[in-house]
């Protein structure tokens, strides 16, 4: 898979731009396949967050098609989520449900290996029992994704990490509790998306083509927007954008 061009932002991030939101998903899913392969073969296993919202809902899609799915080796998957909703898992707003409808329910993964957030049990109960599970998975004090997905809100937030909230200040607990327009949310923090060995946003449409602009080519402010907050162990970011996203930083980068 070849995106249709990069751009280069020193020091902020590399955004791949497809022509379309499909082209964005066949890249995502594409090097999401390379990624599981690399480390499946390198580590033994793959250890995935995966991304919540609407975008990613095709490019997980993808991966449950031939010839994807038939590239990773599912049986050493590990699959995590960056945020969920704090409702039951059945619920249309749940990330996990997309997740299972578009991937989980298609694919071979083995059920011990789906490390759900039970968001049902409420923020502060579900953020302290996912902290456990990770804490259980990965040994050690911060884990070490593989790869991060993560999304762009149109506020500039992502995961459940919004704009001048008490949650982007963590620096110690590796999930939190936050709070969103009244619903509840478990996110990731900052250290662990910045343990990552690969951070990679997904990010299509128009309306979220200033945000994009901000997130890499205006000055940093990342309490305003958080998504700058995300500087992963590889380095920089990769911002996998359709065109219709990357209108605003045309003629900037590198
Ligand atoms: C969530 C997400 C969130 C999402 C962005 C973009 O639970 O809502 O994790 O960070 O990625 O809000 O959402 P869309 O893809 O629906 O635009």
């Known amino acids: 898979m ?60 993808l991966l449950a098609e031939a010839p994807l799915a ?5 049986e050493a998957v590990h699959l995590f989520w960056g945020d969920e909703r704090c409702v039951p898992p059945g619920h249309p707003r749940s990330n996990y449900r997309m997740a299972r409808e578009a991937l989980l329910s298609r694919v071979p993964v083995p059920e011990g290996n789906v490390h759900r957030i039970r968001g049902e049990l409420g923020r502060e109960r579900a953020a302290a029992a996912y902290e456990r599970a990770l804490r259980e998975a990965f040994g050690g004090d911060v884990p070490r994704f593989d790869l991060v997905h993560l999304g762009l809100g149109g506020d500039g937030h992502t995961a459940s990490l919004f704009p001048y909230d008490p949650a982007l200040r963590e620096r110690r607990r590796l999930a939190v509790g936050a709070l969103h327009e009244g619903e509840g949310r478990v996110t990731l923090t900052v250290p662990v998306l910045a343990a990552a060995a690969r951070v990679e946003f997904l990010v299509t449409g128009e ?20 998504a700058q907050f995300v500087r992963p162990a590889s380095g920089e970011p990769v911002w996998i954008v359709d065109e219709a996203a990357a209108s605003g930083i045309r003629g900037a980068g590198q």
């Open 70 to 74: 038939g590239e990773v080796p599912w």
């Open 2 to 61: 070849t995106a249709l061009r990069e751009v280069r932002f020193p020091g902020r991030g590399l955004a791949l731009v497809s022509p379309d939101a499909d082209a964005a998903a066949r890249l995502c899913a594409a090097r999401f396949a390379e990624a599981a392969r690399d480390a499946v073969e390198h580590r033994g296993r793959f250890a995935v967050a995966l991304a919540g919202g609407s975008t990613p809902r095709r490019a997980y899609a």
């Open 207 to 226: 309306d979220k083509a200033r945000r994009v602009a901000e997130v890499l080519a205006r000055a940093p402010d990342p309490v305003r927007i958080p």
